[in-house]
Structures are given as C-alpha cells and as structure tokens.
C-alpha cells in the first residue's frame, strides 16, 4: 500500500510513503540528460530531462518507484491490485510497460499538460522485465506546481483523472475516492459549534474534536481521506517548512511494522518516505529504521553526463546526540 501527495497549488513539493513488507534495495537514482533511455515498443530516448528519484537498478537500468525532473514534474507508482489491467500490444499508440511508465514520462514532459496528452495515446502492456520481476499492478500520481493526475489502466481501458485533491492511495479506483470524500464535509480543524441543542450549553472537552469522524486505520480509503485533510490545512511560510510539512502529513498515514499483518507472517511498514523539491531538484528521504532526513541535490551532479548516479539508502538508525 502507498501514499502520494503533492502540496497546495503553486508550491513544487511532493511526497510519497512506499508501503510494502519487504524492501528490494532502494536507492537514490539521478538519471543524468544523456543516459539511453531504452523501452520495449517505443524510440530509444538518447538525450531527455534530468531525474532524480527512488529506484532499484536491474541490467543497469532504473526501476523508478518515483521521481521528479528538471522541469519539476512528479510522479509516483501506487499498487493497485484486481483493478489494475494491463494489454497486449495495439497498433497506432504508444505501447509502455507498466516499469517504463514513470521514465517515459519524466523524460519526455516537462508539466501535467504534456503527460495528459502522452496519456491520451498510450497503452500499458502485460510485460514483465524479468523472470525475477514480474510486472506489478500499478495506478499512477502525476502532479507539478499547477496540480495532479490519477492515471488507471482497468478492463476499461486507459484514464486520466483530474485529480483536485492532490492525493493517491490505492484500491477501490479514483473514482470512488472522489465520491467517497463528500461523506467527510463535517471535518474542520476549528472547535466546532454546539448544534446539538440550544437548550444545552455544551463546550468542547478537547482541542481537535472538530475532526472527530477523521479516519485513523490504515486501509487505502481511510489514508486518502486523512492525507487529505492534513495537506488541506497544513501550514508552512517556507521551504524549510514545507519539506517539514510533507513529511508530517506522510508520518499521519504512516504503516507501523505489526500493525498490518500479512498472511506468512509477512509485516507491511512504510520502507521509506520521500519529499521532492521539484523547484531545486532536492530528494529529501528517510527510511522505516531511519529517521533522519537525508537529502540528494540533482543539481550537484553532471546532468549532462551519460552514466546513472546512485546512492543507497541510509538504513541504520542515525542519532544526534547532544551529550
């Protein structure tokens, strides 16, 4: 399960928590302008944009499970199991593997309007990139500073949601998010009014009860609508502030490792959290074990070099100690 969320209009901030029980290896990938972006159906891509983002490499090639490029473009690969319907090969459109989603689009686009259009003639193919990896059901968040799209391949065909809240989680589709958000109206981050009866004077016992009905499980629907809220009202007067921001709202929809058991003894935790600053092209992250936020400035590396630039996720528990 995953979280993906982009901030309020005209700020360049996203984020998204990698919900999973197992983590692959993750590392920060900067995929400089001249690296051959290579696909199965479509153009070789010799020169592109710049990205930088969340990533195993397999045949030296990245894997994207997010990212962001030079333009500030987002965008994020969400599980999305029994809904997700991936094709065979069709004439007259451009035919991406569900893993080359995410490079395809960073590469080529440089904002929401320009990855809508890409989507309108796409189709994602039932293609796996090894034996090892399979191809995964997927649903997609693309988002800039001007806002967001949902992207679902279901037995329906390809669509491309507006997507005004500025949030993804996973099962059911986008659709019933949308719906499903107009039963919470009632929420407000103010101390409510007494309608209960004017007959009764009656006071609030505690701060926050304007948001008593907020969800606090950690199923899909319930993230959506807390991850929601959160950003909604969320305030921050800077950058600094903002990155603090998108990772308080991913720490409010959160998995703690035992909370979400699997058959197989399997427990699900959120592997990592990550928030782009796609005006500087800084990928802030912390893992499960590690709190601390680490950081990977793009514009510090050769972007016009030819070769993949990784670093490892930082895993081990780094603590400031102050005495």
Same mark, same amino acid.
């Given at each position: 399960?995953?979280?993906?969320?982009?901030?309020?209009? #005209?700020?360049?901030?996203? /984020?998204? =928590?990698?919900?999973?029980?197992?983590?692959?290896?993750?590392?920060?990938?900067?995929?400089?302008?001249?690296?051959?972006?290579?696909?199965?159906?479509?153009?070789?891509?010799?020169?592109?944009?710049?990205?930088?983002?969340?990533?195993?490499?397999?045949?030296?090639?990245?894997?994207?499970?997010? #990212?962001? =490029?030079?333009?500030?473009?987002?965008?994020?690969?969400?599980?999305?199991?029994?809904? *997700?319907?991936?094709?065979?090969?069709?004439?007259?459109?451009? =035919?991406?593997?569900?893993?080359?989603?995410?490079?395809?689009?960073?590469?080529?686009?440089?904002?929401? *309007?320009? *990855?809508?259009?890409?989507?309108?003639?796409?189709?994602?193919?039932?293609?796996?990139?090894?034996?090892?990896?399979?191809?995964?059901?997927?649903?997609?968040?693309?988002?800039?500073?001007? /806002?967001?799209?949902?992207?679902?391949?279901?037995?329906?065909?390809?669509?491309?949601?507006?997507?005004?809240? /500025?949030?993804?989680?996973?099962?059911?589709?986008?659709?019933?998010?949308?719906?499903?958000?107009?039963?919470?109206?009632?929420?407000?981050?103010?101390?409510?009014?007494?309608?209960?009866?004017?007959?009764?004077?009656?006071?609030?016992?505690?701060? #926050?009860?304007? *948001?008593?009905?907020?969800?606090?499980?950690?199923?899909?629907?319930?993230?959506?609508?807390?991850?929601?809220?959160?950003?909604? =009202?969320?305030?921050?007067?800077?950058?600094?502030?903002?990155?603090?921001?998108?990772?308080?709202?991913?720490?409010?929809?959160?998995?703690?490792? #035992?909370?979400?058991?699997?058959?197989?003894?399997?427990?699900?935790?959120?592997?990592?959290?990550?928030?782009?600053?796609?005006?500087?092209?800084?990928?802030?992250?912390?893992?499960?074990?590690?709190?601390?936020?680490?950081?990977?400035? $793009?514009?510090?590396?050769?972007?016009?070099?030819?070769?993949?630039?990784?670093?490892? $996720?930082?895993?081990?528990?780094?603590?400031?100690?102050?005495?």
């Amino acid at each position: 399960m995953c979280t993906a969320i982009s901030l309020s209009s #005209g700020k360049s901030f996203f /984020g998204r =928590n990698l919900d999973l029980e197992y983590s692959l290896g993750e590392n920060i990938v900067v995929l400089p302008r001249n690296f051959p972006l290579r696909f199965l159906k479509i153009p070789e891509l010799r020169r592109h944009f710049s990205i930088i983002g969340t990533a195993i490499i397999s045949k030296d090639y990245p894997l994207f499970y997010d #990212g962001i =490029n030079e333009h500030g473009l987002f965008g994020a690969a969400l599980n999305f199991p029994e809904n *997700a319907a991936y094709f065979s090969e069709k004439p007259g459109v451009e =035919n991406v593997a569900s893993f080359e989603v995410i490079p395809w689009i960073l590469a080529s686009c440089s904002n929401i *309007a320009e *990855a809508k259009a890409a989507f309108e003639h796409a189709n994602i193919l039932s293609t796996d990139f090894s034996k090892e990896l399979s191809a995964t059901p997927l649903h997609w968040f693309f988002a800039d500073k001007t /806002g967001s799209i949902a992207v679902e391949q279901t037995k329906k065909g390809l669509s491309v949601y507006k997507n005004p809240f /500025g949030v993804l989680t996973n099962n059911p589709p986008f659709p019933f998010h949308s719906e499903n958000i107009r039963g919470y109206l009632n929420l407000s981050p103010f101390e409510p009014e007494n309608r209960f009866s004017k007959k009764l004077s009656l006071f609030p016992y505690s701060r #926050g009860i304007g *948001a008593v009905g907020l969800p606090g499980d950690f199923s899909s629907v319930s993230r959506f609508i807390k991850a929601a809220f959160a950003k909604e =009202n969320s305030i921050s007067k800077s950058s600094e502030e903002d990155v603090s921001a998108v990772f308080h709202i991913l720490d409010s929809v959160a998995q703690i490792k #035992g909370c979400v058991r699997l058959p197989e003894e399997k427990l699900e935790k959120t592997v990592y959290s990550i928030c782009a600053d796609g005006e500087n092209g800084i990928y802030y992250y912390k893992t499960y074990e590690n709190s601390r936020i680490c950081a990977v400035d $793009m514009q510090k590396e050769n972007l016009e070099n030819d070769l993949l630039v990784f670093y490892p $996720m930082r895993i081990k528990q780094d603590i400031f100690r102050v005495n």
